[in-house]
Structures are given as C-alpha cells and as structure tokens.
C-alpha cells in the first residue's frame, strides 16, 4: 500500500515514469515489472501519475481503438484530467 511519501531520490520516480507505458502494455521483463510494481506501491505521486496514463489510454482505446493517441491530443485529455482532479472548471465546450 502507498506511504503517500516521495522517495527522496527523484532520479528512481523519474525512470520509473520514463518507462510507464512499458508497464501499462505489459512489455517488460518479469524483474522489471516487480520493480515498477513495488515503486508504485510506495509512492503516491508516481501511482497517481500512472492512473492517469492509465485511463487516458484507456479513453483513447475506447474512443478510438487505436493503440496510443497523438500527442496533442493526449496533452488535452491530460489537461482536462488534472483540472477535474484540481476542482477546476473543465471547458466542456472545447472539442478534445
């Protein structure tokens, strides 16, 4: 379960965000992937960081079927998620 506590080393939440979507599509080795797994469960920003890629590929897989989104278009979805989870208004006007 997450500490909800950063690790002290930015450089581990960085390499585990680099390879996120490995994780998500399931594309790593075994040892990788424990690896990865242990680090989400003790820390919550990068756990939150994953839901969120996560359920935009999700979204876009539902939208679209097509595997990943074009940049801009993830960017947009992203935007509006984090405004949502910020209680900020969401544009529901502007197309994504």
Not at 22 to 47: F, K, N, R, S, V
Not at 52 to 72: F, I, N, Y
């Amino acid at each position: 379960m997450s500490s909800g506590h950063p690790h002290e080393q930015k450089s581990e939440c960085s390499s585990v965000l680099d390879r996120l979507y490995e994780y998500i599509d399931d594309e790593m080795a075994d040892d990788d992937c424990a690896t990865i797994q242990a680090h989400l469960d003790d820390c919550a920003p990068c756990l939150a960081e994953y839901g969120l890629e996560q359920a935009v590929k999700s979204l876009v897989h539902r939208s679209c079927g097509c595997d990943t989104a074009p940049d801009q278009l993830r960017l947009k979805i992203l935007s509006k998620i984090r405004r949502a989870q910020d209680g900020l208004p969401v544009d529901s006007g502007e197309r994504v």
